[in-house]
């Protein structure tokens, strides 16, 4: 009977204190920036554990029992607000707040551009809050420095480098291995010869933020090894006007001679429109001979004229506007556009030696050039991002990005080829130009359906076009050292890619892509306590993607009916004159079509995912566990000399993945994680088609016969949060590879060729540290608060098995282009004067930039330090910032490990190709009206 009582009393308590419970509830903005709303703001009821941060909305809900209260508000930077409430049993208090200028502290937080969801410690949120290993970079720390365009800023996060100024490696891994995601839409592959996107389309003006997921998780895609890049462009929500005026000197280039051949009327908006791409209905004859009347309808651009190169300069203008309408909805709109125009002159040492044999010391010189590159960049970059609040619970957003970049670059190579034309003085020549059109656009919506469930979703398309209109190529020579001798043109027997010719490369290529997710929170609370919430996730993923790529080629030579003196008159006529019409004709030089049936081929990529995920808090754990279903068909169409190729390769792949977060306390996190993922050829790796690449000398060549890999990864790290804008972290990461993709070398000539094969495995892991920190506090200095320090490095290991396409080359090797380290360094000062300094280092180690076969060594891309400077000055509504890229101007330096003994010894190796880029001197000014 006792004991009947003792349960029906405690019913009884229970019932009445949950009957005496309530909830409050709200949203927090910034009064400062038109009430936009505020995440990541601390919401406590005082004197109670009862808490939350607010979500992405500002919003927040808190059950609180009933009575009077006191709610406490605070935001890193804000002095913490208290606000009285009074809350009754199974109803919900409405208390919203915006935070004033009153309360900010300059010292402490900067708001710039109108961005706060995006600041530096609203990242440093994201990152605590993410289930799985994460870094990021901020448009506010972008902002601090001289970093112009994507890749340029991404530098900055641990773990990743950057090559060839746009492609981003991360953990050592080759842009090859990694995924980029645009607004929440996978991108396409960027370049003719990679698989990769270049990061130097996008300016760093159209940012949000950059996020790299650097484990994987069932709701992301599965087809990386290094990492997930997670591109957000600009989204606001305040009012503004703006325009950038910048400019730039680099010494050796501007106002020094450049060298340019002629172009089209358009080039100075970064596309050639009629004036250098094939004339309509130029095709060749019998025995592939181009008819003169024909031929003679080309352009006759081969000599490249003397002019002076001008400032780099830059200018753009942006707005965000706030629409309210009817009811609770509003319409926020943010638009941009933005020209540069940037050049520079390079003198690059570029150089090639013979084996080195048994009892020799020094290997033979191949050959040696000065090489002399002027370039040319113009980028025109618009975006026009638009967000629709219907209410407070639904959101639709349309972002579109557009980049058009054209680059003119001539090349001059002046030197010797002692093995193929003994003490011969060289001339060659390349003029390439080259235009990328990117456009891009997301139409996405997140709907709240009741407190419980979640749906979002997202369509996107992408279009990419990459021309090479007119590559000239050609190579002259000369028999002694008198200035006055004439440069005589080398003729060849056939068509070739190397002696004058004349290239076109087209390629195009769109996608469209459709995804999904619907999340369902479970609320877990135990009388006062909550003890988390439990997400439930199920999505899918589809996208078709469509590419067309075509090559065709042309060389001039002396048919064998041509005489002897006639030949060698034509063989000697000055550039400007000895390809044109009085030339090209049936006594002079014709032109002959070398294109192979392999030189063209089309493809497209038929994808589908679907995963279900789930989160779940257990006490200080916090585990994320899920799996991903990935369908993928490849299908490609070419044909080499005697038969068709086709590719059709469906795959069907299975990716389970494992996040766990361990609450040590309220700052300290541990985590681990296991995730499977695969890497897929891309349609240039499939393809036959061979490129020749004259800044190296080499052919590149595809493999249609490659097979997906698999790669297993493990993480674990550990994350010290001392303060909301500080941490402290460090990491260990595993992968191991199945057939990996990697570019390897045959023999086949006199000339280096690489192919794309499949290893056997590999193994890469390494360690990872970062720092974020402040120094305020430390002293009584005024100074030493301002100032704020990033450090973070990489120690990275890797090895490859070759196994079977170990042919005349090494077996087991470094991965290609793994550093085996990697070091970033930021110093930042910041006054509540809105006066700036920001010091930047950069470096990473030895890396293999191409693979060695029996004939040629490995070359190794050396290292190389890096410094940028920035001081900037706001002043009422004008910003002022000057900077300093390459301060150091180190040399770029390539040696080949001659001796082969896997690394470079400066003084026993020999250096392949040297050169500087030359630091760069900006000034940019910025006005908001």
Not at 258 to 271: A, R, V
Not at 347 to 361: I, M
Not at 688 to 694: A, E, H, I, K, V
């Amino acid at each position: 009977m006792k004991f009947k009582f003792l349960i029906i009393t405690l019913f009884i308590c229970f019932i009445s204190f949950a009957q005496n419970k309530g909830t409050v509830s709200g949203t927090i903005t910034d009064k400062d920036l038109n009430n936009e709303v505020l995440p990541f703001a601390n919401v406590m009821v005082k004197g109670t554990t009862i808490g939350v941060s607010t979500d992405m909305d500002g919003k927040y809900s808190l059950s609180v029992p009933a009575g009077n209260h006191v709610l406490e508000i605070s935001f890193v930077g804000y002095e913490t607000m208290e606000v009285p409430f009074t809350v009754k049993a199974n109803e919900t208090t409405i208390v919203d707040r915006a935070i004033g200028s009153g309360s900010v502290k300059l010292e402490d937080i900067v708001i710039e551009n109108n961005r706060k969801r995006n600041t530096e410690t609203a990242i440093m949120m994201e990152i605590k809050e993410a289930k799985q290993v994460v870094s990021a970079i901020s448009a506010e720390q972008m902002s601090r420095g001289t970093d112009g365009n994507a890749a340029e800023a991404v530098q900055r996060v641990p773990g990743i480098t950057i090559v060839d100024g746009k492609f981003v490696m991360i953990r050592g891994l080759s842009e090859r291995y990694n995924n980029v995601l645009l607004n929440g839409s996978i991108a396409p592959s960027t370049e003719i010869d990679k698989r990769t996107f270049a990061f130097d389309l996008i300016s760093t003006s159209t940012l949000d933020k950059m996020v790299i997921y650097k484990t994987g998780s069932a709701s992301m895609p599965g087809d990386f090894a290094g990492g997930i890049i997670a591109v957000s462009t600009a989204e606001s929500a305040a009012e503004f006007t703006k325009i950038d005026v910048g400019f730039g000197y680099r010494p050796g280039t501007s106002f020094d001679s450049y060298l340019q051949s002629e172009g089209s009327s358009t080039d100075f908006l970064g596309f050639d429109k009629s004036f250098r791409p094939l004339p309509s209905g130029f095709v060749s004859g019998a025995n592939n001979v181009v008819a003169p009347d024909v031929a003679n309808r080309l352009p006759n651009n081969f000599n490249p004229t003397e002019s002076t190169a001008f400032l780099d300069n830059s200018i753009g203008f942006s707005l965000g506007r706030n629409i309210p309408l009817k009811g609770n909805n509003k319409l926020f709109t943010i638009n941009s556009l933005s020209y540069s125009n940037s050049f520079q002159n390079i003198d690059r040492q570029f150089t090639r030696y013979s084996t080195l044999n048994a009892g020799e010391t020094v290997a033979p010189i191949w050959f040696q050039y000065q090489d002399n590159i002027y370039q040319n960049t113009i980028s025109l970059t618009g975006l026009s991002n638009w967000m629709l609040k219907l209410g407070d619970n639904t959101k639709i957003k349309f972002k579109n990005l557009f980049n058009q970049k054209g680059t003119n670059e001539t090349t001059i190579r002046n030197g010797n080829n002692f093995l193929q034309r003994g003490d011969d003085l060289l001339r060659n020549y390349y003029m390439i130009y080259q235009s990328r059109t990117l456009y891009t656009s997301q139409l996405e919506g997140e709907h709240k359906l009741g407190s419980k469930n979640i749906f979002d979703w997202v369509l996107g398309y992408n279009s990419i076009a990459d021309n090479v209109p007119d590559f000239r190529r050609f190579r002259t020579f000369k028999q002694d050292n008198d200035p006055a001798s004439p440069y005589i043109m080398i003729d060849p027997p056939s068509s070739n890619p190397f002696d004058a010719g004349r290239y076109y490369g087209e390629l195009s290529e769109y996608s469209v892509n459709n995804g999904m997710n619907f999340t369902h929170l479970i609320e877990r609370i135990k009388g006062d306590e909550e003890l988390g919430t439990i997400k439930l996730k199920a999505g899918f993923y589809g996208s078709y993607r469509k590419r067309d790529f075509s090559a065709k080629y042309f060389t001039y030579l002396i048919p064998g009916t041509v005489a002897f003196e006639r030949a060698e008159e034509l063989r000697r006529l000055p550039i400007s004159e000895v390809f044109s019409s009085q030339y090209v004709n049936a006594n002079g030089w014709s032109l002959r079509e070398g294109t192979r049936p392999s030189d063209s081929y089309t493809a497209d990529n038929k994808f589908l995912s679907g995963y279900m995920q789930g989160e779940f808090p257990l006490k200080r754990f916090d585990i994320t566990a899920g799996v991903r279903l990935e369908h993928n068909v490849q299908t490609l169409d070419s044909r080499d000399e005697v038969k068709a190729i086709k590719v059709d390769n469906p795959v069907t792949s299975v990716l389970p993945s494992l996040n766990v977060g361990y609450n040590l306390n309220e700052n300290s996190i541990l985590r681990f994680a296991y995730s499977r993922t695969v890497n897929r050829p891309e349609f240039r790796e499939l393809a036959p088609f061979l490129f020749y690449d004259y800044t190296n000398d080499v052919n590149i060549v595809g493999n249609p016969d490659l097979e997906t890999a698999t790669i297993d990864n493990l993480d674990i790290r550990y994350e010290f949060y001392p303060s909301k804008s500080e941490t402290v972290s460090l990491g260990a990461f595993y992968k191991k590879f199945d057939t990996p993709i990697e570019l390897t070398t045959v023999i086949v000539g006199e000339n280096p060729q690489f192919v794309y094969n499949n290893a056997a495995s590999a193994n890469n892991y390494g360690v990872e540290f970062e720092l974020k920190k402040s120094f305020k506090g430390w002293t009584n200095s005024i100074f030493m608060d301002r100032i704020s320090a990033n450090l973070n490095a990489s120690y990275i290991f890797s090895e490859v098995d070759l196994g079977s396409a170990a042919i005349a080359q090494q077996q087991k090797r470094a991965l290609q282009g793994q550093s085996p380290y990697i070091i970033n360094a930021a110093l930042g000062y910041k006054d509540e004067n809105d006066f700036g300094v920001n010091l930047v280092y950069n470096r990473f180690g030895d890396r293999i930039f191409s693979v060695s076969d029996n004939n040629f060594p490995s070359i190794y891309e050396l290292a190389r330090n890096n410094v940028d400077l920035t001081v900037s000055k706001k002043i009422n509504k004008t910003t002022f910032k000057l900077g300093v890229q390459n301060l150091l101007n180190d040399k770029y330096r390539f040696f080949e490990d001659s001796n082969r003994d896997e690394k470079i010894d400066r003084d026993a190796d020999n250096a392949t190709s040297v050169f500087k880029r030359g630091a760069l001197f900006t000034l940019n000014v910025s006005y908001n009206f």
